[in-house]
């Protein structure tokens, strides 16, 4: 079966199911890293990512945009020269009633009749304002760190921004 798409999952609703421990069979997280680049050296200058809305998003959707920002950044300003940070967690786990499609579906399928639903995959609830990713970089290449954020930001369900941490007055 396919999967459904993350615009039914972004709306933020109902309860938030977090207790792995009595629920089988949930996915695993995809999201395979969450600090990236030079994770020693301190930089002047630290950009984040973050959401406009109140938000879910699904960890699929948060590995996307990690990957893009990430391979932007180590292509054109080297892997020296930023940390990425991935700055959530999926906790949420999101629940899907399967049905039945096809040729015989009625005799088989039970409709919505005890339509609890099975572990489909995780996702971040995000509050207004909550910082998604952070770039911590160099002055020289703020303006690739700028763009690897604005690329991450198209892989997520709602409207972002950038916001400059620190370091402002050393952008041109």
């Given at each position: 079966?396919?999967?459904?798409?993350a615009?039914?999952?972004?709306?933020v609703k109902g309860m938030a199911y977090?207790?792995?421990?009595?629920?089988?069979?949930v996915p695993n997280n995809r999201i395979q890293q969450y600090d990236m680049g030079?994770?020693?050296d301190e930089f002047p200058i630290t950009m984040s990512l973050k959401v406009k809305n109140r938000v879910q998003i699904r960890h699929t959707s948060l590995e996307a945009g990690r990957i893009a920002a990430n391979r932007l950044l180590n292509k054109d300003a080297g892997i020296a020269n930023y940390h990425l940070k991935v700055r959530?967690?999926?906790?949420?786990?999101?629940?899907?009633?399967?049905l039945a499609t096809g040729a015989?579906?009625?005799r088989v399928s039970s409709g919505m009749r005890q339509a609890f639903g099975k572990n489909v995959g995780t996702a971040a609830r995000l509050e207004c304002n909550q910082v998604i990713l952070t770039v911590s970089c160099t002055p020289a290449v703020a303006k690739t760190a700028?763009?690897?954020?604005?690329?991450?930001s198209m892989k997520y369900p709602t409207p972002c921004y950038i916001d400059v941490d620190k370091g402002a007055e050393l952008l041109n």
């Open positions: 079966m396919a999967r459904k798409p615009s039914m999952y972004r709306q977090t207790r792995r421990k009595f629920m089988g069979g030079n994770l020693t959530v967690y999926p906790h949420i786990v999101l629940r899907e009633n399967k015989g579906a009625d700028k763009l690897a954020l604005w690329k991450a």
